[in-house]
């Protein structure tokens, strides 16, 4: 079983900057989709970004599309999430998501249920 642990969340000031990292045990990320969503208080969770397991091809929301950037460390077994010119709205608990061992797959997934393992969340909050 693959364990995802998020770190990096915090309290920032509206345009500020954070980088949050998941770290994973218990299984390699290097043939995984990796992803990560947010949740607000009372809204569903939504996709942000995600990183395709072999070719590192990228894929972001709207919202947060020229601020955001997804990368991941193979050796390292992490994948981080490096958050610019935050605002807001960007406040929520953020959560990184790890797909099933792919083979042979160069893209990525936006949706909840294509992704098997999922950490606790880490709480990112920006004040105006």
């Known amino acids: 079983q693959v364990q995802l642990v998020e770190s990096g969340g915090g309290l920032v000031q509206s345009g500020g900057s954070l980088r949050l990292s998941c770290a994973a045990s218990?299984?390699?990320?290097?043939?995984?989709?990796m992803g990560w969503f947010r949740q607000a208080p009372g809204k569903e969770r939504e996709f942000v970004a995600t990183?395709?397991?072999?070719?590192?091809?990228?894929y972001y929301a709207d919202s947060v599309k020229g601020r955001f950037t997804i990368s991941r460390d193979n050796a390292k077994n992490t994948v981080y999430l490096q958050m610019n010119s935050l605002k807001p709205e960007d406040t929520a608990v953020y959560y990184c998501?790890?797909?099933?061992?792919?083979?042979?797959?160069?893209?990525?997934?936006?949706?909840?249920?294509?992704?098997?393992?999922w950490g606790q969340g880490t709480q990112v909050t920006v004040s105006s």
């Open positions: 998501a790890a797909s099933a061992m792919q083979s042979n797959y160069i893209g990525y997934y936006t949706e909840t249920n294509e992704y098997s393992y």
């Open positions: 218990g299984g390699t990320l290097s043939n995984r989709v």
């Open positions: 990183i395709s397991a072999s070719v590192g091809r990228t």
